[in-house]
C-alpha cells in the first residue's frame, strides 16, 4: 500500500495511458469485426450450411486478436517498466515524473516485450499439456518481468529459483495479486458484455449505437484499472521482498539496478 501512496498520482496516467486506453482501443476493433452475432442468426435459419463470408471473417477477427494482442502486450510492457521505475525511485526517495518514466519503459519495452513473449508462450504450452503445469508456470515465472528489468540476465530461471526457495512467500504474494486481477478482470468484462448486448448484431454501423458502444467500452476498460494497478505494484513489491530475504539490499541500490 505505501508503493501506491506514494505514487498513486503518477502511477494511475501510466496505467490509464498503457493498459486501459489499449485495452479499450483492442475491443472496439474486436467489436468492428466479430461476426458471431451475425453467424448466429444465419445458422439458426440453416445449420447445414456455414454462414456467408465464414472463413473470411473468422480470418479478419483472427488476424486482429492476434495482432493487436501482440500490440496490445507491447504498449503494456512501456508500462510495465515505467511504473517499475516510479515505485523503485519513489521507495527510494529519488525524484520522479511522468515524462521521464515513460522514456525509461520505452527504452525497455522492447527486451522486456520479447521476454513476455516467451513467458506467455510457456504458460500457454503448460495449459496445453494440462491445467496444473500451467498454473504451476504462472507462479514460476511471475518474477520474471521484475527480474528482467531489475537483473537483466536469466529472468525465467532466476524467477523459478526465487519460487523454489521461498515458495510460501511467493506462492502466497502472486496468488493475492492473481486473484485481485482475475476478481476485477472477469468482473469488468461481465459488464461489458452484458451492457453491448443491447446494442444488437452491429453496434458500430449507426452512429447511436456506436457512441454507446464507445462508452460502454471505455467505462468497463476503466474498471478494470485498479486489476492493472495490482498488478504492477503487487509483483514489484513481490521482488523486492525476495531480494530482502535474499540478503542486504536497500531501496537505493534498487533503483540504481534499473538504470
Do not use: K
Amino acid at each position: 500500500m505505501g508503493a501506491v501512496r506514494r505514487g498513486w498520482r503518477l502511477l494511475l496516467p501510466i496505467v490509464a495511458l498503457t493498459q486501459v486506453l489499449p485495452a479499450a482501443v483492442l475491443s472496439l476493433f474486436v467489436l468492428a469485426v466479430d461476426s458471431s452475432a451475425r453467424w448466429e442468426a444465419e445458422l439458426a435459419s440453416d445449420t447445414a450450411v456455414l454462414p456467408a463470408a465464414f472463413w473470411a471473417d473468422m480470418s479478419a477477427l483472427l488476424g486482429v486478436l492476434f495482432g493487436g494482442t501482440l500490440v496490445f502486450l507491447l504498449v503494456q510492457c512501456v508500462g510495465w517498466a515505467a511504473g517499475t521505475w516510479v515505485i523503485a525511485r519513489q521507495a527510494a526517495g529519488q525524484p520522479t515524473d511522468l515524462g521521464t518514466a515513460l522514456r525509461y519503459g520505452l527504452r525497455r519495452a522492447l527486451g522486456l516485450w520479447g521476454w513476455s513473449l516467451v513467458f506467455e508462450l510457456l504458460i500457454l504450452v503448460g495449459f496445453c499439456f494440462c491445467f496444473l503445469p500451467g498454473i504451476y508456470a504462472m507462479f514460476a515465472l511471475a518474477m520474471a518481468g521484475p527480474v528482467y528489468l531489475f537483473e537483466r540476465s536469466d529472468p525465467i530461471g532466476r524467477s523459478h529459483r526465487m519460487l523454489r526457495n521461498r515458495p510460501g512467500l511467493v506462492l502466497g504474494r502472486v496468488a493475492l495479486v492473481l486473484l485481485a486481477v482475475i476478481g476485477v478482470s472477469l468482473a469488468a468484462s461481465m459488464v461489458e458484455s452484458v451492457a453491448v448486448l443491447p446494442l444488437g448484431a452491429a453496434p458500430l454501423e449507426t452512429p447511436g449505437t456506436a457512441v454507446a458502444a464507445v462508452l460502454t467500452i471505455a467505462v468497463t476498460a476503466l474498471l478494470a484499472l485498479p486489476a492493472h494497478l495490482a498488478q504492477l505494484v503487487g509483483l514489484v513489491v513481490a521482488y523486492a521482498e525476495q531480494r530482502a530475504h535474499e540478503g542486504p539490499v536497500n531501496s537505493a541500490q534498487l533503483a540504481a539496478e534499473l538504470g
